[in-house]
């Protein structure tokens, strides 16, 4: 059975940091994408960072680009998301996901099959 467990998430101010970790069990193989998604209220769950556990190959959307980074240590099945230069915009509610593949190009585009409950950032302005 597979299990997602998020944390560290919380309330900062615009500027501010936080690392969100993701600890992973009962995944088979590394061949798998590891990915930090978020969803704000009345807003569409948006894929923020993806990663890919045999590689350490990485995506991410846009809006984080150089202010977010995905990174894991294989050896504790965790995966990390380190927001810095947080932004009010990156207020949500965001989960962990995995799913297996292939190779990294599925990383940032393929659905995922297992999901976390969530942990909450809050950026006040």
């Known amino acids: 059975q597979v299990r997602l467990m998020e944390s560290g998430g919380g309330s900062v101010q615009a500027g501010g940091s936080l690392r969100l970790a993701c600890a992973a069990s009962?995944?088979?193989?590394?061949?798998?994408?590891m990915g930090w998604f978020r969803q704000a209220p009345g807003k569409e769950r948006e894929r923020v960072a993806s990663i890919f556990s045999r590689d350490d190959s990485t995506h991410y959307t846009d809006s984080v680009k150089g202010r977010f980074t995905i990174s894991q240590d294989t050896a504790k099945n965790t995966v990390y998301l380190q927001m810095n230069s947080l932004k009010p915009e990156d207020t949500a509610m965001y989960y962990c996901a995995a799913g297996y593949s292939t190779g990294s190009y599925w990383c940032g585009r393929m659905e995922y099959n297992y999901w976390g409950q969530g942990t909450q950032v809050t950026v006040s302005s």
């Open positions: 009962g995944l088979a193989t590394l061949s798998r994408c």
